[in-house]
């Protein structure tokens, strides 16, 4: 590999016994940084979500390096030995699928450790998904809050997505293509259609697409889609003037299935809560 570098960090890198968290492109591999190649082609070994998908980077760059397979499934039977390796004086560098390490991946955990045990640590920025739909998305992107993957425990995603529903800030989500459509189902639910959204699909990518002006839209362009690619999913925070009413729904609909799980019929709960919230009882039944 015949590139240049050019050193701005304080010492000649890679340093022996760093643990360097490198970032690396989510699509198209001409967005790796020079600073990054440079650590990936020198340290003493990769550590990385997926080799085949470092073997690209490395065959697209010409380099070779030790590459060691590091997931959800190993992870924590192989840091004990990273570990050692970093204390020997080896420099690691650790690489995820796409993306920074660390987020919504098994990194972490590694990362943790080092920490733990006082080992030196460093971070290569390169490109994210979440930042870059959130770039592209026009939406409010001076606060916002990263969820992932939303759990699959109905108490614990139910819990969030009625965060989502009432919170100012925007919000950013992951989601694999088989389980969007349910998403888009469960956002309109809590949020209601007009909500201001966009679903981003293969960022950086051949196939790139940012799809739907809100909720109601995205469910539309991909009712009868067989939907394919990386999905990130950006949610606009609600509108500090209807924030009141809509926390009002949502604590309202709360009291009435409390209601009724105490033993009310659907009929009494309703007449009793709209007589005490001054509201038709047509409209709290049909919340139900």
Not at 1 to 30: A, C, D, R, W
């Amino acid at each position: 590999m015949n590139i240049k570098y050019s050193s701005s960090h304080k010492k000649q890198e890679p340093e022996s016994g760093f643990l360097y968290i490198v970032g690396t492109p989510i699509g198209n591999l001409n967005d790796i940084s020079i600073r990054a190649l440079k650590i990936l082609e020198n340290v003493s070994l990769i550590v990385c979500e997926d080799t085949r998908q470092t073997k690209k980077i490395m065959q697209r760059y010409d380099f070779n390096n030790n590459l060691i397979s590091f997931n959800e499934h190993n992870s924590f039977k192989k840091i004990p030995k990273l570990i050692d390796d970093l204390k020997s004086g080896k420099s690691i560098a650790l690489v995820s699928d796409a993306g920074m390490p660390s987020i919504c991946d098994p990194g972490e955990n590694l990362i943790k450790a080092a920490k733990s045990v006082g080992l030196k640590i460093t971070c290569i920025p390169g490109p994210c998904a979440a930042i870059t739909a959130l770039a592209s998305s026009g939406l409010p992107s001076s606060k916002f809050i990263f969820e992932g993957f939303l759990p699959k425990k109905n108490s614990e995603r139910k819990k969030i997505l009625l965060n989502i529903s009432s919170n100012e800030k925007t919000t950013i989500l992951f989601e694999s293509p088989n389980r969007l459509k349910n998403l888009l189902s469960e956002l309109k639910e809590y949020c209601g259609g007009e909500r201001e959204i966009q679903v981003s699909r293969e960022l950086t990518k051949k196939f790139e697409e940012h799809i739907g002006h809100n909720i109601n839209e995205a469910i539309v362009f991909f009712e009868r889609k067989d939907v394919r690619g990386e999905i990130t999913v950006v949610i606009k925070g609600i509108d500090k003037k209807s924030k009141n009413s809509e926390f009002d729904y949502i604590e309202l609909k709360k009291e009435l299935h409390n209601l009724i799980n105490a033993g009310l019929s659907l009929s009494a709960a309703s007449k009793y809560l709209a007589k005490k919230n001054n509201l038709s009882k047509s409209i709290i039944y049909n919340m139900y």
